[in-house]
T-cell receptor, first 113, second 114 residues
């Protein structure tokens, strides 16, 4: 069985400050991990993924995420947040042996000017 | 239009109506998916198709009926829905239904069942 948890429903930061969105996962095999962003009235947009290799993954719009196997975490980070980063962020996991992609409940990020 | 498109973007229907949602992907992918997104809940996978063959039906009620006539098109036929079926229905595609491929999502259809 696979699952993913996003412990924070909301994250509020000031523009220019670092942004972190937390994600923890549980799989029985090797994880494939993904981050997506959803703007109002839009579908999900892919940001980045971890499949194998370097634990630090860089993605779109200046986002990055670090895979931590011992802590089973895949937190999303951005060094300097923008007001335009305000959106709903989803973490997702797939067990390498499974086809199903499981999503977290989402974290609403608000960046204030 | 590029990527994954969905029509209509908004749909209001009565409980006795029959309607269909359409999805088209222009990415040459082999797998297509239907998801249901309800407020404050994780996305729920409804159906998965690989090369027009259904590979998963996640215990979805029979009032939802998918159709995949070819690898570029996916439909979701709706009949005798309930108010709790009101949600955003998202279509997605990926190069394959297994492996580390990301999924590409359409903008969704906002469905309201009266």
């Amino acid at each position: 069985a696979q699952s993913v948890a996003q412990p924070e429903d909301q994250v509020n930061v000031a523009e220019g400050n670092p942004l972190t969105v937390k994600c923890t996962y549980s799989v029985s095999g090797n994880p494939y991990l993904f981050w997506y962003v959803q703007y109002p009235n839009r579908g999900l947009q892919f940001l980045l993924k971890y499949i194998t290799g370097d634990n630090l993954v860089k993605g779109s719009y200046g986002f990055e995420a670090e895979f931590n196997k011992s802590q089973t975490s895949f937190h999303l980070k951005k060094p300097s947040a923008l007001v335009s980063d305000s959106a709903l962020y989803f973490c997702a996991v797939r067990d390498g042996d499974d086809y199903k992609l499981s999503f977290g409940a989402g974290t609403t990020v608000t960046v204030r000017a | 239009e590029t990527g994954v498109t969905q029509t209509p973007r908004h749909l209001v229907m009565g409980m006795t109506n029959k309607k269909s949602l359409k999805c088209e992907q222009h990415l040459g992918h082999n797998a297509m998916y239907w998801y249901k997104q309800s407020a404050k809940k994780p996305l729920e996978l409804m159906f998965v198709y690989s090369l027009e063959e259904r590979v998963e039906n996640n215990s979805v009620p029979s009032r939802f009926s998918p159709e995949c006539p070819n690898s570029s098109h996916l439909f979701l036929h709706l009949h005798t829905l309930q108010p709790e079926d009101s949600a955003l229905y998202l279509c997605a595609s990926s190069p394959s239904w297994v492996g580390g491929h990301e999924q590409f999502f359409g903008p969704g259809t906002r469905l309201t069942v009266l």
